[in-house]
């Protein structure tokens, strides 16, 4: 499976807001629309298109948050296409999305937030390291922390 990150720009923003999870899944994440809107306003994030084999399966937007005390990366929204779960694509979308983070912004620890009834994704992040810190972010959802190690994968 060959994963790959395209930003997104003026020119591919359509391929990015043709993608959408499942119906049953739309409580859990912002649309693409919304999260690109976000992504206007506030340019801290990097919204991406994944592919796999050259197919549009996701989308994903992370960024360095400035306005906490500190600094922190924010993995902020992963979703795959409902055209293409199941498929392992979301792991491998993880996967290179730590990587990329790592490679853009260094050895620092990645944040990410999920509804505490998530589980599939909770269950994802947590193979990955991830673990609940006891915060809620700024809409109430648990926050999870990849802390940074030296041979992390």
Not at 57 to 82: H, K, N, Q, S, T
Request: proline share 3%; hydrophobic share 45%; glycine share 8%.
């Amino acid at each position: 499976m060959n994963i790959r990150f395209e930003p997104v720009t003026a020119l591919n923003r359509n391929r990015a807001l043709a993608l959408s999870v499942k119906p049953n899944q739309k409580g859990f994440i912002e649309s693409v629309a919304q999260c690109l809107s976000e992504a206007d306003e506030l340019k801290c994030w990097r919204p991406v298109l994944i592919l796999s084999d050259g197919q549009d399966v996701g989308f994903a937007m992370y960024c360095l948050w400035r306005d906490l005390p500190g600094e922190r990366v924010w993995l902020d929204r992963l979703l795959i296409d409902a055209r293409y779960q199941h498929r392992g694509l979301g792991r491998a979308a993880l996967e290179g999305l730590i990587h990329r983070l790592y490679a853009e912004y260094g050895n620092r620890d990645i944040y990410l937030s999920v509804m505490a009834d998530n589980r599939a994704a909770t269950a994802l992040y947590e193979s990955f390291g991830f673990a609940l810190n006891g915060e809620l972010d700024i809409h109430g959802e648990l926050v999870m922390v990849k802390r940074f190690t030296m041979g992390t994968k």
